[in-house]
């Protein structure tokens, strides 16, 4: 009856009228989510049951405290549980689970724990029925990871597995579960960074939702942004593994409702400045350069923003393009003020435009497109402050809500990745330390069957070499955040000599500590050196 529809004659209290129906002291199921004070649980809304607070900031129509959440015709304070027959009619046997496998109850996530000062771990919600009881204790998995060729041997172009084994990842038991880099409920990916790839997080990273944003072309190739204060949605960052991913899932918080009409944009604040960006790109151009220090290669902008759309939870229509700009600010200034909206006529150098919003773009594809990135780019002062616009073309998406008190609403956590690469020689590459490769690969791991806990996944590397090395066909295909990793190696990257790829993912472990673990496959580099 938890679900029932507003004003329901029928709902009543019938605990003291159970003797009635013939259950004597029996029918009445009672659940404590804070059996020893730490609240373990949180009860969400599935197909069958549809919860919803107007009063408690901590709980929403999705998900939220028991206490606080109630139902169209249940009050606060009577944590509603529907139990729907299972395996058919006359079974006699009910759960708490909706035909999509969605639970009414569900532990709280690291996000949650962190937000209430409190961990789960140890701690339980008990329940009891017909005189028989049980719990939920809360607690973790260590994790493993492993990277192995076949007998030790990895050629360029062979696929070998990457399997993560981890409980603490199995959080519906009932379907085969993805980590994939867009899902808000995804804490952790397995990631491998080669050099000094150049991400969002690259310092101290700020971020805010603009419905609009209005740029205007400049004379000399730049865009000037201008953003209206009150169409910003400020952001918090929940990311439990940022500092090993990259990777930062961000929280907006607005009045009524988050969302992006057309021209929109996301804005972030990298923290760093442009001397630190310099460590991982490269100029193509041949000015001010001789053989021995002329770069030969390309820098590409790698990103994924598909935690905008439907995929995550967005509803109306999903974005169908994005244009990406490098914003700076040359004053050496913030690109957020301290209130969390972005400073008026932002700087911002348009570095790629796509219809996907995961791509992976080359930046210096041809030499008339990559001469006039190079001149844009280097011609910022090393001091300014670096950052990035996305701008997207929709006619209207607004994103799920998590939470809302009076006027304000948060919504669910957003990931969203950008990432700079620079691939190529300088000089002639003879030697390791002129052969380039800054770069970061993200795995999107499935689970390999219920409840299993153990999420698999592949990757393989192309070598490069003087034939293909300056052929921009040679990237097309590369696969930076996929299920099936394909990256590219420049020199030999042997284990021995601690330059193997490494796969690490962040654990949390049965101790409820945070531990990073990694698993590493070297490959030997004999084919660039006999082309030498």
Do not use: C
Not at 294 to 312: A, E, M
Not at 337 to 358: D, K, M, R, Y
Request: glycine share 10%; net charge negative.
């Amino acid at each position: 009856m938890a679900g029932a529809p507003a004003a329901a004659p029928a709902m009543q209290n019938l605990i003291g009228n159970l003797t009635h129906f013939n259950f004597n002291h029996n029918g009445q199921f009672t659940f404590n989510p804070t059996a020893q004070s730490v609240r373990v649980v949180d009860f969400q809304s599935n197909g069958k049951q549809i919860l919803n607070s107007t009063t408690d900031s901590s709980s929403n129509s999705n998900r939220g405290n028991p206490a606080h959440l109630r139902t169209e015709s249940i009050g606060v304070d009577s944590e509603p549980i529907t139990f729907i027959e299972q395996g058919g009619v006359d079974t006699g046997v009910f759960g708490n689970w909706d035909g999509a496998h969605v639970s009414n109850i569900v532990t709280l996530s690291p996000a949650e724990e962190t937000s209430i000062g409190q961990s789960i771990r140890g701690q339980s919600a008990t329940f009891n029925y017909n005189s028989l009881g049980g719990s939920i204790v809360g607690g973790f998995a260590f994790g493993s990871i492993t990277m192995t060729a076949t007998n030790g041997t990895w050629p360029s172009g062979t696929r070998i597995p990457v399997t993560l084994t981890d409980m603490d990842e199995n959080k519906n038991s009932k379907v085969t579960e993805h980590l994939n880099d867009y899902g808000s409920n995804v804490d952790r990916v397995s990631t491998m960074k080669i050099g000094t790839p150049f991400s969002l997080n690259a310092g101290k990273e700020t971020a805010a939702l603009a419905a609009t944003a209005a740029g205007a072309l400049q004379a000399n190739g730049t865009t000037l942004f201008s953003i209206t204060p009150s169409k910003v949605a400020t952001a918090a960052d929940n990311a439990v593994d940022e500092s090993f991913s990259n990777r930062p899932v961000f929280s907006f918080t607005n009045g009524t409702v988050v969302d992006i009409q057309n021209t929109g944009a996301l804005v972030v604040d990298t923290g760093a400045t442009m001397q630190t960006l310099l460590n991982t790109i490269h100029n193509t151009n041949t000015t001010g350069t001789t053989a021995a220090t002329r770069f030969h290669g390309f820098n590409f902008v790698n990103f994924d923003l598909r935690g905008f759309t439907s995929l995550n939870g967005a509803t109306g229509t999903d974005p169908t393009a994005v244009q990406v700009f490098l914003a700076y600010n040359s004053t050496g200034g913030a690109i957020i003020n301290s209130g969390g909206v972005p400073v008026q006529n932002l700087h911002a150098i348009s570095i790629a435009n796509a219809t996907n919003l995961e791509s992976f773009v080359n930046t210096n594809a041809t030499n008339a497109t990559g001469q006039i990135f190079d001149e844009r780019i280097f011609s910022i002062p090393a001091t300014a402050r670096i950052g990035f616009v996305f701008q997207f073309t929709t006619s209207g998406t607004t994103l799920p809500v998590i939470s809302k008190s009076g006027s304000t609403v948060t919504t669910a956590g957003i990931p969203a990745v950008a990432d700079i690469f620079s691939i190529g020689i300088i000089g002639d590459g003879t030697n390791n330390n002129q052969r380039i490769n800054n770069a970061i690969y993200r795995w999107e791991l499935e689970e390999t069957g219920d409840n299993t806990g153990v999420f698999a996944g592949t990757t393989q590397f192309l070598m490069l070499n003087q034939l293909n090395l300056l052929n921009p066909s040679t990237y097309a295909n590369l696969r930076t955040i996929n299920h099936d990793v394909l990256f590219v190696a420049i020199q030999d990257m042997l284990q021995s000599e601690a330059r193997a790829p490494q796969v690490t993912y962040l654990d949390l472990g049965a101790d409820g500590v945070n531990t990073q673990i990694s698993a590493q496959q070297g490959y030997p580099n004999s084919l660039w050196n006999r082309i030498i």
